[in-house]
């Protein structure tokens, strides 16, 4: 019984997200609509869905690290009730919402498998163009391979630098390739599930939901 709910419960997750389009068109998302104060925590989350992720289980990895992180979210939710996501991957999105564990498994759940290559500077541009003003703003990107479009991340970075706080994550991949990102990036490395687990831990207990005085 409990292996044919879960069965269903991803069924009826599989085409969460809307898609997104990086051919330079220009989305208005209004965002800060809904995001209700300047001490809000918004927190825009890429996770490479190129095809190379269906190598090693590390599509499945991710995913459960996302989860674990549930609880990460959960202690700070409690107290404050002022974060919000959104969940991109290098062909969807979700829109943003105030975060609730049900929304964020959900999300999780329904994110298309892995395929295609690494557009990573044309997302990471979409995203920088519709991100919100309202808030404190996060930006966590986790790839496994270098970036094969034609829109440079670094480029990318460098002209929308301290729109958001950036933190790059190069998964079961050397991070020395992307070292010309560190000057606008937060950059780890996490060579299996474990390391990346630490990771999403460190960088959000320690950059992104830190308790402070005026997050009251």
Same mark, same amino acid.
């Given at each position: 019984?409990?292996?044919?709910f879960?069965?269903?419960?991803?069924? @009826? @997750?599989v085409?969460c997200?809307?898609?997104i389009?990086t051919?330079?068109?220009?989305e208005?998302?209004?965002y800060d609509?809904?995001?209700?104060s300047?001490?809000?925590?918004?927190?825009?989350?890429?996770?490479?869905?190129?095809g190379?992720?269906?190598e090693?289980n590390?599509?499945?990895?991710?995913k459960?690290?996302?989860v674990?992180?549930s609880?990460?979210?959960?202690?700070?939710?409690?107290?404050?009730n002022?974060?919000?996501?959104i969940?991109?991957?290098?062909?969807?999105?979700t829109?943003?919402?105030?975060?609730d564990?049900?929304? /964020?498994?959900?999300?999780i759940?329904?994110l298309?498998n892995p395929?295609g290559? =690494?557009?990573?500077?044309?997302v990471t541009?979409?995203? @920088?163009?519709?991100m919100?003003?309202?808030g404190?703003?996060?930006? /966590?990107?986790? =790839?496994?391979?270098?970036?094969?479009?034609?829109?440079?991340?670094?480029?990318?970075?460098q002209?929308?630098?301290?729109?958001?706080?950036?933190?790059?994550?190069? /998964?079961?991949?050397?991070?020395k390739?992307?070292?010309?990102?560190?000057?606008?990036?937060?950059? /780890?490395?996490?060579?299996n599930?474990?390391?990346?687990d630490a990771?999403?831990?460190?960088?959000?207990?320690?950059?992104?939901?830190v308790?402070?005085e005026d997050?009251?």
């Amino acid at each position: 019984m409990k292996k044919l709910f879960a069965i269903l419960f991803l069924l @009826c @997750c599989v085409g969460c997200g809307d898609n997104i389009s990086t051919d330079g068109a220009k989305e208005v998302l209004d965002y800060d609509s809904v995001i209700e104060s300047e001490n809000s925590i918004v927190v825009s989350i890429l996770v490479d869905s190129s095809g190379s992720m269906n190598e090693k289980n590390k599509w499945q990895s991710v995913k459960e690290v996302l989860v674990k992180l549930s609880d990460v979210l959960d202690g700070y939710q409690s107290k404050h009730n002022n974060v919000y996501v959104i969940l991109y991957t290098f062909r969807t999105k979700t829109e943003i919402f105030l975060y609730d564990r049900e929304r /964020f498994l959900r999300e999780i759940g329904g994110l298309p498998n892995p395929n295609g290559n =690494t557009p990573l500077g044309e997302v990471t541009e979409y995203i @920088c163009d519709n991100m919100p003003q309202k808030g404190k703003k996060h930006l /966590f990107i986790l =790839t496994d391979g270098e970036e094969n479009g034609n829109v440079p991340i670094e480029r990318v970075l460098q002209s929308n630098e301290g729109k958001a706080s950036v933190y790059f994550v190069a /998964f079961d991949f050397n991070k020395k390739n992307y070292e010309r990102l560190g000057k606008h990036a937060k950059m /780890f490395q996490a060579d299996n599930k474990d390391e990346l687990d630490a990771v999403v831990f460190e960088v959000f207990t320690k950059n992104i939901l830190v308790e402070k005085e005026d997050d009251e």
